[in-house]
């Protein structure tokens, strides 16, 4: 039987830090991690604490062949990578598919990850059988059209954005507005646009609200965006849902939920879903097999 359907679950959603606690089991308290099923092609995007359940589970169901994208290399996006037990696995291919790199190997992320005195185990000696690959403006991994984008970030990150039987998913995570950063810059205004070009029509949008505008004001230039902002480029773009994404450490259960219930009721919202990014709640944007 050939393996059709486009779907996509969560394992990690918050930013910065993992925050487990009473108040965050609702919406999870690990750092991004994202599971994108395309056929029988598996897709991780980034390499939060998520990643390490989401690893068992992959180990469960003896998959052989991944592909993890990472959107940048900052600690939150790959600190659960040394507890990732496929890249433990010597029967396991595993290409990583990064940015182009600066200067050192491709694996120098890793590498710092994974050194003494840090972790016991070096990059270098896991098992699996792991290459890197460096992404594109547009490429395909599999059946799936991958497209990237750059977005506004200490350091630098990438959009990904997924196309795979008629379905488009975006994930953009860790932006700040070019507008909102600085409303004089006079390339504000077309940097923007083409970011919203981008996640144009897209039948999920996973997009990072790390901040109430009141809160953005005392966090301006630290690269990340708010909820309002979120929105209307959401509704701009003409995006089908938008899953709020990358939540700020200080944001419990019930912020988050009262957030979501506030952009709901904002009639300029018309038939756009809003979800919360939870940890285990997942997405179907073409039904299949594995869809049911």
Known sequence: MTITGFSVQFWGTRGSIATPGPGTVRCGGNTACVEVRCGATVLILDAGTGIRLLGQKLQRENVRFLHLLISHPHVDHLQGFPFFLPAYDPGVDLQI???????????????????APHFPVVFRDLPARIRFRTLSAEGCIGPVVVKTHPLNHPGGNLAFRLEYEGKALVYMTDHEPYGLLNGNDPDAGSKDQAILDFT???DLLIRETQYTAEEYESRRGWGHGTFDEAFRNAVRGGVRRLALFHHDPDHDDDFLEAELARLLALPE?????????????CFHLASGPDAA
């Open 97 to 115: 598919h990064q940015a182009p790199q600066a200067g050192g190997p491709a694996s120098e992320a890793f590498d710092r990850l994974m050194e």
């Open 200 to 202: 144009r029509g897209a």
């Open 269 to 281: 919202r018309g038939a756009m879903e809003i979800h919360l990014a939870r940890e285990g709640e």
